[in-house]
T-cell receptor
Framework: NAGVMQNPRHLVRRRGQEARLRCSPMKGHSHVYWYRQLPEEGLKFMVY????????ESGMPKERFSAEFPKEGPSILRIQQVVRGDSAAYFC??????????????FGPGTRLTVL | QQQVKQSPQSLIVQKGGISIINCAYE??????FPWYQQFPGKGPALLIA?????SEKKEGRFTISFNKSAKQFSLHIMDSQPGDSATYFCAGSGAGSYQLTFGKGTKLSVIP
């Protein structure tokens, strides 16, 4: 059973370009979470999505960042007009989200974004 | 506002020793406290988790101790091995929110 998959693993962009990060959840998981990790820091929550719905985007910057999880295909985190401060590791997690309680979140290997 | 404070930032332990990492949380609505282990270049992997209805949970060499009144919890790694060298993150979630709030991490080095 494949785990959470993310691609690309490494992404280099110049300032002003767009970055697209993809996440395929574990089989049977319909809930996806995106986190950002700056060097020497813990992970910071960005957004929580279910298929075709954004449930909680309280951690996502209002400008330039967007996320989607379409009915078919992977979840996408999109960063427009990247700046150097966007350089970080972006992790996706998925959970099965059964009724009640807090499901375990399983993390992917991350995408390391470098903005030149 | 940092809602989960983790210490120490780094830890060096001899092989066979006990590694202890501490966390304190502020949000009294948290009801789920996982610990994640992360190796360089990899994503975090769930190690062990606890809910406030128990004071201790043990899985193999890993034990979580939980003190609800003090809003603190800790990870103990018994018989630490060089393969345990990694960064460990504590986290909390709850109050109807699914987002995990992480501590800043502890870099553990186990030396032979």
């Amino acid at each position: 059973n494949a785990g959470v998959m993310q691609n690309p693993r490494h992404l280099v962009r110049r300032r002003g370009q767009e970055a697209r990060l993809r996440c395929s959840p574990m089989k049977g998981h319909s809930h996806v979470y995106w986190y950002r990790q700056l060097p020497e820091e813990g992970l910071k929550f960005m957004v929580y999505l279910q298929k075709e719905n954004i449930i909680d985007e309280s951690g996502m910057p209002k400008e330039r960042f967007s996320a989607e999880f379409p009915k078919e295909g992977p979840s996408i985190l999109r960063i427009q007009q990247v700046v150097r401060g966007d350089s970080a590791a972006y992790f996706c997690a998925s959970s099965p989200r059964t009724a009640g309680g807090t499901d375990t979140q399983y993390f992917g290997p991350g995408t390391r974004l470098t903005v030149l | 506002q940092q809602q989960v404070k983790q210490s120490p930032q780094s830890l060096i332990v001899q092989k066979g020793g006990i590694s202890i990492i501490n966390c304190a949380y502020e949000n009294t609505a948290f009801d789920y406290f996982p610990w994640y282990q992360q190796f360089p270049g990899k994503g975090p992997a769930l190690l062990i988790a606890i809910r406030p209805d128990v004071s201790e949970k043990k899985e193999g060499r890993f034990t979580i101790s939980f003190n609800k009144s003090a809003k603190q919890f800790s990870l103990h790694i018994m018989d630490s091995q060089p393969g345990d060298s990694a960064t460990y993150f504590c986290a909390g979630s709850g109050a109807g929110s699914y987002q995990l709030t992480f501590g800043k991490g502890t870099k553990l080095s186990v030396i032979p």
